[in-house]
């Protein structure tokens, strides 16, 4: 069942010649990564990802998360990056928008999030949240060495101790971590957490699809078997290279724009709950190819939120973006806007219309106006928000990120840039090891 469609008529034409000349290097691109011959291919462990995951995993994944559903209120996932912003797109796309300001039901916990920022208020309040309450940890570091989420575990993990006692607290942390490397294995190891293994092959932000993501998405609730099954779908789909295959399309196409002097892509969406969705796609891209000074900026908004804020650039500001639009063909629950007698406001023209028509009607005039303001409009249809559907569109944008990051010429699976700002930081924090470099900080300031 296909749950994704992309439609491309109205990008196509603001670059249609750098298309048509892509098409050699986007089948190059896609030999490079089924070959595995090309940079950083050591990092392909997610191509054939999906189909590769054992029933025993899901099984054992869903075991887990049935024991911290059973005996938790809260279940604080601790990770930053690729370790818990796909497991927050898919939930947060799932969930009841309120979720989090209903109380907690039994045996259905609170998915929290703890380690993806360094915020001293964030941390304490999420203390002061947590106390007294049933919680248990999901600890995710791909190199168990990253220092946001080794402060907040640290502190998590001691005030689970307290509250719950050393040895009950044991049954409530999980880590997901490298098999044999990093301080969380050793960490894990040596209190006897149950663990999970993060493959070597497989680059955090590619890592959805492990129990990185899998193990917070069933504690959530959520079917982990249909959204892997969407996601093997998506992989028999774009298996093979064809100008019909969408993943090719769609790298094929943003590179002919980026070419055409498109520099940043706006991933837009028209239903809130896909905010997260598009955090995770920022880190897949941003990480991926912004490289070697080359790469598309990609950036997102909530449509229309944004349109009453970033509306006016996007229609009007220099001609550097193009925007990629996820919309959803049906909503899951209908609710119709009511008559009003007196009709002040004068939207009686809309009674008895359903909310997501006037949405719908927003984004069809959208697209019109950007269109004719000079931006490029991919739009990728999803015919509703469900596992199945998230499932495939991660891989298809997992497999574009790929082909796309060898047609621009750059290594997609490093992320060789981010350690500048870690060096300063232990540089500064004088970090034992890092003598020289602190001397040489503290000689800038
Ligand atoms: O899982 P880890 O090793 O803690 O890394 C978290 C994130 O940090 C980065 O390594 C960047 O520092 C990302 O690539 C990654 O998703």
Not at 132 to 145: E, L, N
Not at 427 to 432: S, T
Request: hydrophobic letters at 40%; aromatic letters at 8%.
């Amino acid at each position: 069942m296909k749950s994704i469609e992309i439609n491309i008529q109205d990008a196509v034409s603001f670059a249609e010649k750098q298309y048509k000349a892509n098409r050699t290097s986007a089948v190059e691109a896609m030999t490079t990564l089924h070959e595995g011959n090309g940079e950083g291919s050591d990092f392909l462990g997610w191509l054939h990802l999906p189909s590769s995951i054992s029933q025993e995993l899901i099984d054992r994944i869903n075991k887990t998360a049935a024991r911290l559903r059973e005996n938790c209120d809260y279940v604080v996932c601790i990770g930053i990056g690729g370790s818990y912003l796909g497991a927050k797109a898919v939930i947060s796309a799932l969930s009841d928008s309120f979720a989090d300001l209903y109380a907690p039901a039994p045996h259905n916990p609170k998915v929290l999030y703890a380690g993806q920022n360094i915020g001293e208020e964030y941390t304490a309040e999420l203390e002061k949240l947590l106390t007294g309450k049933k919680f248990g940890i999901i600890v995710i570091s791909k190199s168990g060495t990253t220092t946001e989420p080794a402060i907040a575990f640290r502190i998590f993990k001691e005030m689970l101790e307290n509250q719950a006692g050393k040895e009950a607290a044991k049954d409530l942390i999980v880590a997901v971590t490298d098999e044999k490397k990093g301080a969380l294995r050793t960490l894990a190891t040596q209190e006897g957490y149950e663990t999970y293994v993060i493959p070597d092959n497989v680059g955090g932000r590619f890592s959805v699809l492990t129990p990185v993501g899998l193990l917070p998405i069933a504690c959530a609730g959520f079917d982990i078997q249909k959204l892997v099954a969407g996601a093997v779908e998506m992989e028999n789909t774009a298996a093979h290279e064809s100008e019909e295959n969408p993943v090719e399309v769609y790298a094929r196409l943003r590179n002919a724009l980026y070419q055409s002097g498109k520099k940043i892509e706006i991933l837009v969406n028209f239903n809130p709950k896909l905010h997260y969705f598009a955090e995770w796609w920022k880190q897949l891209y941003g990480e991926s190819e912004g490289k070697d000074g080359k790469g598309i900026f990609p950036a997102a908004v909530d449509f229309t939120t944004d349109l009453h804020s970033m509306g006016q650039w996007i229609q009007e500001g220099e001609r550097t973006i193009f925007e990629t639009v996820l919309s959803v063909k049906k909503p899951a629950i209908t609710r119709r806007i009511p008559e009003d007698a007196a009709n002040l406001d004068g939207i009686n023209y809309l009674s008895g219309k359903r909310i997501d028509e006037v949405n719908k009607m927003a984004e069809l005039g959208t697209k019109i106006a950007h269109v004719d303001g000079g931006v490029p409009n991919i739009k990728i249809e999803l015919a509703k928000l469900d596992e199945h559907t998230l499932g495939q569109l991660i891989y298809f944008f997992e497999k574009a990120c790929g082909v796309s990051g060898y047609m621009l010429g750059i290594n997609p699976f490093n992320q060789p840039g981010v350690e500048a700002y870690k060096k300063n930081m232990f540089a500064l924090l004088e970090k034992p090891g890092y003598e020289k470099e602190t001397e040489a900080i503290k000689a800038k300031l």
